[in-house]
């Protein structure tokens, strides 16, 4: 994982750019694989590619100074940002027609490898609602899944508090700057998530919530994730949307019935009627996840390969400060990973320092 | 329609051979076509056919006397015995891998020929299912078609009333002899019904309620009907097996949802579940049946063959007393049906009291 303050400066510096949104951040990698580069291109590559006005905003240095807020918050133990390019960017997203190039963290980058399963729904739920959002999520969750939601109040908080009471973890997509939470009554409950699980944002630090943010946000919830399960749900609300981009990404979707005489229920029905699985039961999705397969997969995954750190090591003895430039990674992290390694066995310590890996 | 008591003796002796049910009277029939010819037929050749018993029963002679019960039942002029062979027996029962080879009718047999849509559910419906119930099928009557439903308490006796108030006419299919009504308390909608449409059993005269012949009861519904609603349903219920007999007939399965939480609506989820359609208007359902083409199907029909009487006339001029015996039809009655199409334009009177069909 890139966590080098370097190796991420030119990620901030793209992103603080106007109007240089993931469209055209991919569309610069396309041609310049190495962030760097894009900064050292020629002026009229540029401008072909993405026009005046930010081709000269590329030609400017990149300087520390200007990115202190996002550095700063970067310094945090439990702060990240991993970027389109870094190995441990989540498999899943990369999927995606239109993956995200930021990805702000704050928790345990690990969590977005569990296998992830999204509860989302009306902020303005029905007490039962809740209470079917709250015991769905730990029922999942004790059974292996662990629980995404947006933060949002209603649906969205029931399924943290039950992820969360049900395996101790959760993830939570925002779309806001992670240094901003937003309900504000839902700051426990972040910090809780971000303790046990991760607090995840496409947007750079300091954007406050916008409309057309949560639309975007709710892509990545439904991509992190197997499944969707939408409980209550208004017709053309959010959460409908959430789950038509679950479906065009091919993820199961599924929604619990109502009373046909609930405005909250519609959107549930709609959802069934164009072909999500209606559950009546947390056992429904887990048969359906055929959830020890996903499980077993999951384990199997982890053993093959617990680390992008050892892939990057190679088969050679490699010393620490080549190391470090390879994985991007400061010495002083890069050392406590190896020793985790060396205790488990999968990493030799050699003399001269260099590290061998053991298979 | 075969009204003329001596043609539909043969059939009410074959009815009250114990042991004898539709099954073996469908391979009788097969063997001889002409239900009088089976009374008639070899000892031997019946032995081999049905076995000892049924063929010593076969042998007797048929008395009328022995009937009288029936007779007296069918000389009313609103009650009839529409057998397999008779051509207005109807179309789609006759297509079922199992048919009813009696159908007792009390009110109109041409309300067989309407397009029907039958309702079922549960007996102790929550006051809300009775009242859908009621709705629903009130709209689907206004919208063209006559509602089929079982008669008994609960969610039948609302779809009943509500066919009654679209459109006033509807068909309760009984699991006991049409001299018997169950439940009692249901005697007055039974009246009604028959008044402004049909009562229907495939149950000899005097048949009490058996537990045995509700199923039976439901394949006819579902059988009649171009779909089957389900409103309210326990799993394992009767009315899941109307549904199941539906599927298996081709028939659209329509269920209404409910929480996840009531179990009435569990039945109704597992038919959601296996591929029914989940239902919030009396409109998804005129929807998904494409009704204008149905209705004019249904007025197509009607107009090309608007009495079976026609098709046995044949392009000759034919005298009463021959076509009376075509038509297993007393004289007087089919006087009164001839004065009807001569009115009506289709039939002409010729010298020498002979009848020609005009187109």
């Given at each position: 994982m890139i966590s080098d303050p370097a190796a991420l400066l030119p990620w901030l510096a793209l992103?603080?750019?106007?109007?240089?949104?993931?469209?055209?951040?991919?569309?610069?990698?396309?041609?310049?694989?190495?962030?760097?580069?894009?900064?050292a291109a020629p002026a009229s590559q540029?401008?072909?590619?993405?026009?005046?006005?930010?081709?000269a905003a590329l030609a400017q240095p990149i300087a520390a100074a200007t990115h202190r807020v996002a550095l700063?918050?970067?310094?945090?133990?439990?702060?990240?940002?991993?970027?389109?390019?870094d190995p441990a960017y989540p498999e899943p997203l990369r999927a995606l027609p239109d993956p995200p190039m930021w990805l702000y963290l704050k928790g345990d980058p690990a969590t977005l490898a569990r296998p992830l399963f999204a509860i989302v729904g009306s902020r303005n739920a029905t007490p039962q609602g809740r209470r079917d959002a709250q015991a769905f999520?730990?029922?999942?969750?004790?059974?292996?899944?662990?629980?995404?939601?947006g933060l949002a109040e209603g649906i969205d908080t029931s399924a943290h508090e039950g992820g969360l009471a049900g395996n101790g973890a959760g993830v939570a997509v925002v779309g806001t700057g992670l240094d901003r939470v937003y309900p504000a009554k839902n700051r426990g409950l972040a910090h809780r998530l971000a303790a046990g699980g991760a607090l995840v944002?496409?947007?750079?630090?300091?954007?406050?919530?916008?409309?057309?943010?949560?639309p975007r946000r709710n892509r990545i919830i439904s991509g992190l994730s197997l499944g969707v399960?939408?409980?209550?749900?208004?017709?053309?609300?959010?959460?409908?949307?959430?789950?038509?981009?679950?479906?065009?990404?091919?993820r199961e979707v599924f929604a619990i019935p109502g009373s046909i005489h609930s405005a909250l229920s519609k959107g549930?029905?709609?959802?069934?009627?164009?072909?999500?699985?209606?559950?009546?039961?947390?056992?429904?999705?887990?048969?359906?996840?055929?959830?020890?397969?996903?499980?077993e997969m999951a384990a199997r995954n982890a053993a093959a390969r617990p680390d992008p750190l050892l892939d990057l090591m190679g088969a050679s003895p490699v010393g620490l400060d080549e190391l470090a430039l390879r994985a991007g990674l400061t010495v002083d992290s890069l050392s406590a990973m190896l020793f985790t390694h060396e205790m488990e066995g999968r990493v030799a310590v050699l003399p001269g320092g260099l590290y061998q890996r053991l298979f």
């Open positions: 992103e603080a750019i106007p109007g240089l949104g993931p469209e055209t951040a991919r569309r610069l990698l396309a041609a310049y694989p190495d962030v760097r580069s894009i900064f540029l401008k072909a590619l993405v026009g005046d006005k930010i081709a700063d918050w970067l310094a945090q133990p439990d702060a990240h940002l991993i970027v389109w390019t999520a730990q029922t999942l969750a004790e059974a292996g899944l662990t629980i995404v939601s944002s496409e947007f750079a630090l300091g954007t406050p919530p916008k409309p057309g943010h949560f399960l939408v409980i209550e749900a208004a017709p053309q609300s959010g959460s409908l949307i959430t789950a038509r981009m679950a479906a065009e990404q091919g549930c029905h709609q959802l069934i009627k164009q072909g999500a699985k209606l559950v009546e039961s947390a056992a429904d999705i887990l048969e359906e996840l055929n959830l020890p397969w996903v499980l």
